[in-house]
């Protein structure tokens, strides 16, 4: 079943059901490496960095603030090669019941903007709600840490990021021009 619009979009979709790729376009396929047919029927825990982000992914789209149907973020992905990359994703679910079940998501490779660099799960997760605007606390009272070890975490992306202060840091992981 071809559909021209769906193939050639200019951004990278596939079509899921319960977290399986069950069809995909020239771009997605591209971004991610291979063919959209060897695509099709792959889990796409296959292309997250780890179990530990699918999972944790997975929990969000369980949360209330997510039980429109609609769903967006930006995190690092992972190429059928390995290769890791900085990825907007953004989706729609059919069933806003059952958030797995059939859904469409569009996904841009953001590696020209927004080079990876090596980080920790909990580095990546303090890195997203920093550039969310979230404070220290804030942050910590969602990721259920104290406020200062958020600032530890802050403190090392600083480094890894070879920022001077937090604007800098979050104009880098924005891949804003500074």
Known sequence: ???????????????L????IKRCNLLFAEI?????QELCE???AALYPSVEDYQRIGERLRMPEAQSGLYHDERIMRRTDGALFWCRVRGRSTCAEDPFRTGIWSFADLSDERPVVSLSPREREVAILTCRGLSAKEIG??????????????????????????????????????
Do not use: C, N, W
């Not at 079943?1 to 951004?11: G, I, Q, R």
């Open 1 to 15: 079943m071809s559909d021209p619009a769906f193939d050639l979009a200019p951004v990278g979709l596939a079509l």
């Open 17 to 20: 059901d319960h977290r399986i």
């Open 32 to 36: 991610f490496g291979g063919e959209p």
């Open 42 to 44: 792959l889990p796409i």
């Open 141 to 178: 009272l969602e990721l259920d840490l104290s406020y200062r070890t958020v600032e530890t975490h802050r403190a090392r992306l600083l480094d890894k990021f070879q920022a001077r202060k937090l604007p800098e840091l979050v104009a880098k992981l924005s891949g804003m021009p500074l």
